[in-house]
T-cell receptor
């Protein structure tokens, strides 16, 4: 299985600020994804991180709010911008392999006050 | 459109009892199916996957799942549940050309001593 690391593991942030989450994957991964998991909910895909180009966002998510970078094959960042309490969630990074499995990082637990 | 339904939101079983978690999918072609487990405060761990071939697949930690095309189901089973199995379980289907995983809403498993 692929190894995915993510940091920070948790943070408490003030309204109006931004937080950047980092994700590192091992070399088995070909695709990288960012998900949001609101309390007691399932996972919602935010975007697919594309190496060297703009991420592909899902409906309801925009680049201005969730800018994503993927400068190389094994690293990506997600920024949650201009945060509000509604952004309090778990943010999960995953790596997809050539055989369609996705492996997940431990998540970043964000609380916005 | 592809979708996954997990009819049971919460299930409680006694330790040592058998377990079956239900998953139904909607997908036009032969699906790639997955079960993930999320322990409290953790990311998602891949339990098992089905791509093709034998419809009974074995996973980690004694879990298995059976693909039944006629019922569009991929139910997860374990013959004897341990207290450490208490977690949330997610079924997912690979979305084909979209390269996305589509998740069910999850089943929260509680284990009684």
């Amino acid at each position: 299985s692929a190894v995915i690391s993510q940091k920070p593991s948790r943070d408490i942030c003030q309204r109006g600020t931004s937080l950047t989450i980092q994700c590192q994957v091992d070399s088995q991964v070909t695709m990288m994804f960012w998900y949001r998991q609101q309390p007691g909910q399932s996972l919602t895909l935010i975007a697919t991180a594309n190496q060297g180009s703009e991420a592909t966002y899902e409906s309801g998510f925009v680049i201005d709010k969730f800018p994503i970078s993927r400068p190389n094959l094994t690293f990506s960042t997600l920024t949650v911008s201009n945060m509000s309490p509604e952004d309090s969630s778990i943010y999960l990074c995953s790596g997809g392999t050539a055989t369609y499995e996705q492996y997940f990082g431990p998540g970043t637990r964000l609380t916005v006050t | 459109a592809q979708s996954v339904t997990q009819p049971d939101i919460h299930i409680t079983v006694s330790e040592g009892a058998s377990l079956e978690l239900r998953c139904n999918y909607s997908y036009g072609a032969t699906p790639y199916l997955f079960w993930y487990v999320q322990s409290p405060g953790q990311g998602l761990q891949l339990l098992l996957k089905y791509f093709s071939g034998d419809t009974l697949v074995q996973g980690i930690e004694g879990f298995e799942a059976e693909f039944k095309r006629s019922q569009s189901s991929f139910n997860l089973r374990k013959p004897s549940v341990h207290w450490s199995d208490a977690a949330e379980y997610f079924c997912a289907v690979y979305g084909g050309a979209t390269n996305k995983l589509i998740f069910g809403t999850g089943t929260l498993l509680a284990v009684q001593p």
